[in-house]
């Protein structure tokens, strides 16, 4: 069983920056596709960011050039650097697990609030 626990999450003022962090326990090893998503209320839940097992990364329109996804160095921690946050960032944010192409997994979330 895998379980993953985001942080990081947290109030920032508009043009500010937060790193988001997951953190990977269990059995994760295999070929994994991490993603970053995020729930605003009332929205439905969004793709924001992906991480390839080989290490190639998308994003979604509205978060590239500002967001960045990456691994930790035992694949067992994902990240998302948040830089020119803007209020319409504020939403819950969670990550994914995608493991060998059969098995997701996802956090339990952590509260983004951007405002002045």
């Known amino acids: 069983q895998v379980q993953l626990v985001e942080s990081g999450g947290g109030l920032v003022q508009p043009g500010g920056s937060l790193r988001l962090s997951c953190a990977a326990s269990g059995s994760i090893s295999g070929i994994n596709v991490w993603s970053w998503h995020r729930q605003a209320p009332g929205k439905q839940r969004e793709w924001v960011?992906?991480?390839?097992?080989?290490?190639?990364?998308n994003y979604a329109p509205s978060t590239k050039g500002r967001f960045t996804i990456s691994r930790g160095g035992t694949e067992n921690a994902v990240y998302l650097q948040m830089n020119s946050l803007e209020p319409e960032d504020t939403a819950v944010y969670y990550c994914?697990?995608?493991?060998?192409?059969?098995?997701?997994?996802w956090g339990q979330g952590t509260q983004v609030t951007v405002s002045s």
């Open positions: 960011a992906q991480i390839s097992a080989a290490g190639n990364t």
């Open positions: 994914k697990l995608l493991k060998n192409g059969i098995h997701v997994y």
